[in-house]
């Protein structure tokens, strides 16, 4: 197995078996049918709707009385208050949406074609397809370009004049029929039931345009150029139809009135300014840029773990081309999805998912994918100080589990155990400190200092002190749900675990902020002294951590969320023997009752075996995740595909070969006796080359 390669010797039967490529902004799924080539395309700023005011006026007038339900133990009282009072209205976040589909439809009515091969080049961001048609071997070239902003495509063939198709650009339900367009009689089912115009301004464009559903929502515009090598070309309707080409080159560009009102002249211009580039040097930039980023870490394992190697290289593939500066953050699908209404609207979901896509974003020293989620965390602040003001009637930056496109801050669904939990906010923020510690930026610490103090000024005015401990009420152990001792089931609760380990690390990273920026803010005293009222992490009568801050039972032992061992990861409060005893524990007994069963759940058990320094362990869920949670095409399958996995099974092999505090192999199995990393990024903004064999270090270098 090349660990740089992932291949196929047939064309893709599904999206699942499709191969991804992306430039951040923009990204398709390529399909290589012989006769029929689909691209399915996304841009990332087309999401349903625009900004909405969904906040709930009842809230502020309510959260008292939930608070003394709460208090005075009437559970399903202050749930059913919550779901009126605290939810959104309407209680649905904007989704994101599918762009559109590009169809290459070729000339040849034979289908008995022959070596096929279609495969996604890691190390190059290169899909390649080939194969022999008639005695004659075909190729095709496929990127997505950060450079020059376009998806581009070559087509060729070892002899002259052989290169005949049509395009169709289309907006609606995918085609399932790859055969032979000429085989059809109805040649354009679902093709463009989502658009309002597609046509051909150009001799060599087509455009489609279109309006994303939803009130206040965007418009905007994809383009397809078509430059050919020999032969001709005619615009016919909105069809672009070549005959008998040497070769041809396609570009595709996309944008929406989310990036700037001119959503036509921007295609244009960028489709002509890459058109006035061979498509030798498009490739040639393309490369430069994405090897720039992509050869800065490498890992090297035992020739029977390139499969594992494989996995690492995919995911540092996609986080490259999900998430560059200038893009939307990776949501639930990165930027990769078919549906108009995907499931859980690939929106970021904020209380694991978003944060666990960027975990490998540091270590992989690629500090310039994270950028996009501090800019959605900036445009997220405004709005969620409204939240703050407006629900609750009090300062500082509240989000809940969910936010969108704008940034919206009130809460999402009317789900009891996910959807009134007042944290998001102040888990993204750790991220700033995250990205200080691994790069010591003081400019950009100095620049987001007040988002990290305003999600913790928030806490404190929410926060309610219960029997001597700074708790939240109400809140939630995502998404989990307890059983009082009188059989009582509830989701709603005054104190949960980790909302503890959460505010810890946020409080500390404020307070270790300001001691760097020495900013004066009044909060600063404030949060000193309420630190002090944080319960810490606490072992129950059974021996595992405490979920919540009473000593409940759950009522699925086996839940996907692990939401009480934030503090062993992600965070730090969870360590020394004993915590580490009662983790695992926790682990077993949620593993033994049918736990790890999606594939991003699964990637954070690697994570936190591994901070525990139990190699075998998280090998063994490394392994589980790969057998059990991952589609043809290697996406991670919850199911269905979330992309969230991919990252959290690159972050769990850093963990086993340098720790979350930068030890080095702490938790190598016994599969890895050798290897070697090159440029890992630790903290206090240094990298790290190591070599070993016999599970001993035989080389290092810090630098």
């Not at 169809?103 to 279609?118: A, G, K, Q």
């Not at 020293?365 to 800019?375: K, N």
Request: aromatic share 10%; with cysteine; hydrophobic share 35%.
């Amino acid at each position: 197995m090349n660990s740089n390669i992932i291949s196929f010797e047939r064309p893709a039967s599904d999206w699942n078996e499709a191969l991804p490529i992306g430039n951040g902004r923009m990204g398709a799924m390529i399909f290589g049918g012989v006769a029929t080539e689909l691209l399915q395309l996304n841009e990332d700023s087309v999401w349903y709707g625009g900004i909405r005011d969904r906040i709930n006026p009842s809230a502020k007038d309510k959260l008292p009385l939930i608070r003394k339900a709460l208090d005075e133990g009437r559970i399903s009282e202050a749930e059913d208050l919550c779901a009126l009072a605290l939810s959104g209205i309407p209680d649905t976040q904007s989704h994101y949406e599918a762009l559109c589909n590009l169809y290459i439809l070729f000339e040849n009515t034979d289908e008995d074609y022959s070596s096929y091969r279609r495969e996604l080049d890691l190390k190059r961001s290169e899909v390649n397809i080939t194969y022999e048609l008639q005695g004659i071997s075909y190729f095709r070239k496929m990127i997505a370009s950060y450079p020059d902003k376009v998806i581009a495509i070559r087509l060729g063939c070892e002899k002259e004049g052989q290169i005949s198709f049509r395009t169709q650009l289309a907006r609606g339900n995918i085609t399932w029929d790859m055969s032979p367009y000429k085989k059809q009689v109805y040649r354009n089912p679902g093709y463009n039931s989502c658009v309002d115009s597609v046509y051909n301004p150009y001799p060599d464009m087509t455009y489609l345009t279109g309006k994303c559903a939803g009130k206040g929502s965007v418009e905007f515009c994809c383009g397809i150029k078509v430059i050919i090598r020999g032969g001709e070309m005619e615009s016919v309707g909105n069809s672009l139809v070549v005959r008998n080409a040497d070769e041809a080159l396609i570009l595709i560009s996309a944008t929406s009135e989310f990036y700037g009102k001119d959503t036509l002249g921007y295609v244009k211009d960028t489709l002509d300014a890459a058109s006035s580039k061979e498509a030798e040097r498009i490739w040639n930039d393309h490369f430069s840029d994405y090897s720039a980023l992509y050869d800065r870490t490498e890992l090297t394992l035992p020739s029977d773990e390139a499969d594992v190697v494989r996995m690492f290289n995919f995911g540092k593939y996609l986080m490259i081309s999900g998430s560059r500066e200038g893009s939307q953050p990776l949501n639930l699908q990165g930027i990769w999805n078919k549906d108009f209404d995907p499931m859980w609207g690939s929106k970021f979901t904020i209380n694991i998912n978003t944060e666990m896509n960027y975990w490998p974003c540091e270590p992989l020293d690629l500090p310039e994918c994270h950028m996009p989620l501090f800019d959605l965390l900036e445009r997220m602040k405004p709005r969620g100080m409204e939240v703050a003001r407006r629900m609750y009637g009090m300062r500082g930056f509240a989000a809940h589990h969910n936010t969108d496109i704008w940034g919206d801050c009130a809460p999402q669904d009317t789900c009891l155990s996910s959807s009134y939990w007042v944290l998001g906010a102040a888990w993204l923020s750790l991220h700033i400190w995250e990205h200080y510690l691994f790069t010591g930026d003081i400019s950009f610490l100095r620049k987001h200092f007040d988002t990290m103090l305003q999600s913790a000024v928030f806490i404190s005015d929410y926060k309610v002190i219960d029997n001597g401990y700074l708790s939240l009420s109400p809140t939630v152990s995502p998404e989990n749900e307890y059983e009082l001792p009188n059989g009582e089931k509830g989701c709603v609760c005054k104190g949960a675990s980790m909302d503890d380990q959460i505010i810890k690390e946020l409080f500390e990273a404020v307070l270790s902020a300001e001691d760097i920026l020495k900013t004066g803010s009044p909060e600063i005293e404030k949060i000193r002294e309420e630190i002090k009222l944080i319960k810490p992490v606490t072992i129950g009568k059974d021996g595992r951590i405490m979920e919540w801050h009473d000593d409940l039972k759950e009522t699925d032992p086996g839940h996907r969320h692990i939401s009480h061992l934030f503090g062993l990861f992600p965070g730090n409060s969870i360590k020394g023997e004993e915590l580490y005893k009662a983790a695992a524990k926790t682990l077993e007994t949620r593993l033994r009752s049918g736990g790890g069963h999606t594939g991003w759940s699964r990637a954070w058990i690697i994570n936190l075996y591994a901070s525990m320094g139990t190699g075998e362990e998280a090998y063994k869920h490394l392994r589980l995740l790969m057998e059990k949670s991952l589609l043809p095409n290697l996406f991670d399958d919850h199911p269905p595909f979330q992309i969230d996995g991919n990252f959290g099974l690159v972050s769990g092999i850093i963990r086993m070969i340098l720790g979350r505090d930068g030890e080095e192999l702490p938790s190598l199995p016994s599969k890895w006796k050798a290897g070697s990393i090159r440029g890992f990024k630790i903290r206090g903004g240094k990298r790290i080359d190591l070599k070993w064999e016999d599970y001993k270090i035989t080389y290092r270098k810090v630098y």
